[in-house]
Structures are given as structure tokens and as C-alpha cells.
């Protein structure tokens, strides 16, 4: 029996920000495509994540009108704060490279850039899980799917890409395992909590204390995100409000936090990935498939975003103009940056962090390192411009 097959041009595995803008880049150059994700769209419209986006990033989404609220949702940051050896260091974005960085909570991007493709016509098919692909070396990669209803059916597509996070069912097509590429774990992971407050600085602080790193971040005029440095294994509900209040106080210290009810707990682990192909033949990954950053920064969804502007660009080449040579370049392309931000997450992560086994050596180092940083302008640009991100390489 043959099953009921679907065809597309671009079959994209993943419906957050990367699978969801390739769609909509793709479209704008006249490509269709077809999304799925195993999650419902409330799913994927609820779960509160990362929340800083680069300078080019806002501009794109605005730029290619992925989403129409960015005016009103994205919140300017001019700078940020870091707090080391008992005082506050701000570094000025804006001074020192022209450019700042937004805080827009990675779900409010989605749930802009969802009723945008919907309602420009796209297919996303929500609670469509991937179960097998096939074809992979051919022309017409193909994924076998499961659909709300229990139907099974098969999406075949001139390319296949694989934006469907850490756990990809994509990546061991490209890669030949599960596992393969460079990989780091770190010794430590951030506890976060969500609360009903107002800001508690008009600033992120990242806070670098004697009880290990906080982090004072935020999300709307009346809800915040913080963190503070745990150990991996760490129950997130071990603590009372009150217990996790003094906690989180006695990291960021000098700072009167203004408190209010935590109604989300949750322990972010600490890893840095970068798989060892993005591309195979017709099949490609992007974003967290590809590779994992620490959270430290923030630079995992401007990263998969930028994967996304250069497939796109490759796309196009293959799929318009029959050229494939920009496809060829695209890992190469890809992975520079990806091993810059590489660079950045992990360099952010050892200024403001210390290992549980850390020495006095390696604390006064670090004081040293964060000194020299900032009694220097340069020092404080070469931050300042990783944070704010560099323009978008396109193919
Ligand atoms: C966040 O708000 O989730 C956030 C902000 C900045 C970071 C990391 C996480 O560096």
C-alpha cells in the first residue's frame, strides 16, 4: 500500500524561531515549505526561554516584517551591568559601538512570527511528529510524519532541514551519529525563577559575587527572570520563596531586589555543542540542532538566526537559480560565527563564574581579568561588540 504523501519544496522540521523564519524568509523569495513540530501551538507560545536578541536581529525581523509587534515588545538596552569586587561596571553598548541589544522574550517572537506565517498562507502543522527520514542522499529527501490524529503520511521535499532543537531527530542523518561533534559540560547551571515584580533595575546586572554569579534580567513591566549559579543537580523546589528570595539577595549584593510571588522555577544546564556537519547532500540543521551555547550571553536564538538568514540565501541559489554553490559554502560560512559565539558564551561564562573546586589563584585571576577589562576601552568594546552582535553574513 502506498502511503499519502505531501509535497513541498522545503520540508522544515521545528517550528520555533529558526524553522519559523526560514518559512518566512523562503516565501518572500517565492520558495513554499511546509513546518511541523510535535508541540501544540500553545506549547510553543507558552514556554518562556531565552530573552536578549542582537542589534541585527531586531533589525532583520523588522526589516523582512517576520513580526509585527518588535516596535512595542522589543525593550531597548543600551548597556548592561556587571558587578565584580563589590561594584557596579557598566559597559555602554550604545558609546561604545553605536549599536545596543533588545530584550524580547523568545516567546513573543513566536507568537509574532506564528500568526504572521499563518496568516500569510504558510502550512505549520502542529502535533506532527517526525518518526523517520528517508531518501537522504537523493533528490527528494523525505520525512515520514504522525499527525494529531494518528495518521501517518510522508513530506517530500526538494531539501530537508532540521531546526528541531537539541534532541534532533535530524542531526544523526547529517552527522552519521547521535552524538558526534565538540563537546563541553560545565560544572555548574543556573537556577532560574520567573516572578510577579517590577524591574529591579532599568539594566541587566550580571552580578559576579562572592556566593557565586546572579543574573537580574527581565521580561515585561510586571514579570522578571533572574538566575543565580546552582549546582547541576540542583531540585528547583528545594527552597521556600522566602529561602530562594535571601538567595538570590545575598548574590547581588549592594542591590535591594524587589520581590514578588515566583510562579516558575526551573535549572538551566550548562553545555557548549557544536555538531560535526550541518549539512548532508539535501538535508541541513539549524539552530540548537546544530549546537548549544551556555546561556550566558544570550546568544543561542541570534545564532540560530543567523543560520537561517545564510540557508535561506543558499536555498534560494539552489532552488530558484539551480546554483548550488552557495550551499556548498554554507558550513563553513555557518561555523565561523558559530565558534565566535562559541567563544563568547564560554568567555562571558569563566569572567563571571567560578568552579566549584576554584582556588584563591583562580578567584584573584579572574578579579585581575575583569580589572584589566575594564580599566580599558578597548577591552570594554571587544564585550560590548559580541554582545550587540555583527552583521549577518548572507549567501
Ligand atoms: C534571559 O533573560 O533569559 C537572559 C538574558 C541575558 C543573558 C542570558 C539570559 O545573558
Not at 80 to 85: R, T
Not at 98 to 116: F, R, S
Not at 272 to 286: D, E, L, Y
Not at 361 to 389: I, K, P, T, W
Request: proline share 4%.
Amino acid at each position: 500500500m502506498t502511503r499519502t504523501t505531501v509535497r513541498t519544496q522545503v520540508a522544515i522540521v521545528g517550528a520555533g524561531p529558526a524553522g519559523l523564519l526560514l518559512s518566512h524568509l523562503l516565501a518572500a523569495e517565492g520558495i513554499d515549505s511546509v513546518v511541523i513540530d510535535s508541540r501544540t501551538r500553545e506549547n510553543i507560545e507558552g514556554t518562556v526561554k531565552a530573552g536578549t536578541l542582537e542589534y541585527g536581529t531586531v533589525q532583520l525581523l523588522q526589516d523582512s516584517c517576520a513580526t509585527r509587534n518588535t516596535a512595542t515588545v522589543a525593550q531597548r538596552h543600551d548597556g548592561i551591568e556587571l558587578w565584580f569586587d563589590g561594584d557596579s561596571h557598566r559597559v555602554d553598548f550604545v558609546g561604545l559601538t553605536g549599536k545596543n541589544a533588545y530584550l524580547y522574550p523568545q516567546h513573543e517572537v513566536l507568537i509574532d512570527l506564528i500568526a504572521t506565517r499563518l496568516e500569510l498562507g504558510q502550512d505549520i502543522r502542529f502535533e506532527t511528529t517526525a518518526t523517520g527520514i528517508s531518501a537522504a542522499d537523493g533528490t527528494t529527501p523525505t520525512v515520514t510524519v504522525h499527525g494529531p490524529e494518528g495518521d501517518e503520511y510522508d513530506i517530500v521535499a526538494d531539501f530537508l532541514v532540521g531546526a528541531d532543537g537539541a534532541r534532533s531527530l535530524v542531526r544523526p542523518v547529517v552527522t552519521g551519529s547521535t552524538h558526534g561533534g565538540s563537546f563541553r559540560e560545565y560544572p555548574f547551571a543556573w537556577l532560574g525563577i520567573l516572578c510577579r515584580a517590577p524591574r529591579s533595575n532599568e539594566e541587566l546586572i550580571y552580578s559576579n559575587s562572592p556566593d557565586g554569579f546572579a543574573l537580574i534580567s527581565q521580561r515585561t513591566d510586571t514579570v522578571q527572570r533572574m538566575y543565580i549559579q546552582c549546582d547541576p543537580d540542583t531540585d528547583p523546589n528545594a527552597l521556600s520563596e522566602a529561602e530562594l528570595w535571601a538567595q538570590f539577595q545575598r548574590h547581588v549584593p549592594g542591590k535591594q531586589l524587589i520581590e514578588g510571588p515566583i510562579f516558575q522555577r526551573d535549572v538551566l544546564r550548562f553545555r557548549s555543542f557544536v555538531a560535526s556537519a550541518m549539512r548532508r547532500g539535501r538535508v541541513a540543521i539549524i539552530g540548537d540542532a546544530a549546537h548549544t551555547v551556555p546561556p550566558t550571553g544570550a546568544k543561542g536564538m541570534n545564532l540560530a538566526i543567523a543560520d537561517t538568514v545564510l540557508l535561506s540565501g543558499a536555498l534560494r541559489a539552489l532552488l530558484n537559480e539551480n546554483d548550488s554553490r552557495p550551499l556548498d559554502d554554507f558550513e563553513d560560512r555557518a561555523l565561523e560565527r558559530i565558534w565566535k559565539s562559541q567563544h563568547f558564551s564560554w568567555w562571558m561564562t569563566s569572567l563571571t563564574h567560578l568552579t566549584p573546586d576554584a582556588s584563591d589563584f583562580d578567584r584573584r585571576r579572574q578579579l585581575g581579568e575583569l580589572r584589566a577589562l575594564f580599566d580599558s576601552e578597548s577591552g570594554q568594546r571587544y564585550l560590548a561588540d559580541f554582545y550587540v552582535g555583527w552583521p549577518f553574513a548572507m549567501l
